[in-house]
């Protein structure tokens, strides 16, 4: 028997996050100081699943420096990018049976164990998570015995399970159900896999009501900044083992430096807040120099690179 295996999506391109993700992948963005692959990797070895792969495409090399630190086996799709699905089916010779999925640019604290426990034989199991915005990022019903009965407008019909749960971007699939995914080309797991599984009554579900966090545009990447500088989100990596406290309520890393004032701000790992800058609920990545003057809700990701949050 395979060790348990996780699989750590980190291959998607970040439009939503431009110019920040001209500089780094997506699963790269630091929130509080550590790289989200950290937090994802962080969950998924606290659930037991210390044989851990992970997809790059965009900027791959910086993925794979960071694969090679952390013993993390590495999947490289070029020329072009596989997909939620693709990659699956590329690497499953790779995978145990079954194989919990993380979307590497999701901070949350999903109970992984509970849902490899509900992974039907050759199907799989979806983390949902009830929200009033459900119908806008993309419904998905259970049933009562939590059987995922319908997915958005890709399968089942509407009404016939519980409203006001989406999808986590969090799952669980045996090796039979990946197999469901075309081999070539770009691929979607829920058009492909899920689409088929579903009628089959093979997909399970648990309810998540913890932390979730979606970094996708720089809004919501600076408000998880924010959230978990705050402590109103528990994230997988304490950022406080990594830096120390600013003033009363700012968190620096190693070797910044902080002559002006913070308020509620990131300052990452060497970087400099010159006399005469002010932050206001901002994140500076390392080795940044902010500019003098005011700024609020401003992410600085390099020399003349900052972004409104």
């Known amino acids: 028997m395979q060790p348990a295996t996780a699989f750590l999506l980190a291959a998607g391109l970040g439009t939503r996050l431009r110019p920040l993700t001209d500089l780094v992948p997506k699963a790269l963005v630091p929130v509080c100081g550590v790289p989200m692959l950290d937090h994802a990797l962080a969950l998924v ?34 020329p072009e990018i596989l997909g939620t699905g693709g990659g699956l089916r590329a690497a499953l010779e790779r995978l145990a049976d079954p194989v919990v999925i993380v979307n590497a640019d ?42 995922v009965v319908r997915i958005s407008s890709v399968v089942g019909q509407p009404g016939s399970g519980l409203a006001g749960f ?92 902080v002559d002006g004032v913070v308020f509620q701000s990131v300052v990452g790992a060497g970087a400099v807040v010159p006399a005469g800058a002010e932050l206001t609920r901002c994140v500076v990545w390392d080795g940044v120099e902010v500019p003098p003057g005011s700024h609020e809700r401003t992410i600085f990701a390099a020399p003349g690179v900052a972004v409104r949050g």
């Open 45 to 78: 070895r606290a659930h037991g699943h210390q044989r851990v792969l992970v997809n790059a495409h965009h900027l791959w090399e910086q993925v794979a420096a960071w694969a090679q630190r952390h013993d993390v086996e590495l999947q490289v799709e070029l």
């Open 166 to 257: 989406h999808f986590t971007g969090i799952h669980a699939m045996s090796r039979a159900a990946i197999a469901r995914v075309p081999e070539q080309g770009l691929q979607c797991v829920v058009r492909t896999a899920y689409r088929a599984l579903v009628p089959a009554g093979q997909v399970g579900s648990v309810r998540h009501d913890g932390t979730w966090i979606d970094v996708g545009d720089p809004r919501s990447y600076l408000d998880a900044n924010l959230a978990v500088l705050a402590g109103r989100v528990r994230a997988p990596v304490d950022p406080w083992s990594r830096g120390r406290r600013l003033a009363t309520d700012s968190w620096g890393g190693a070797g910044c430096r």
């Open 106 to 147: 999701i901070l949350c604290d999903v109970d992984l164990a509970a849902l490899v426990a509900v992974v039907p034989a050759g199907g799989a199991a979806m983390a949902l998570r009830p929200s009033a915005r459900a119908a806008e990022i993309g419904p998905v019903e259970p049933d009562a015995a939590g059987r």
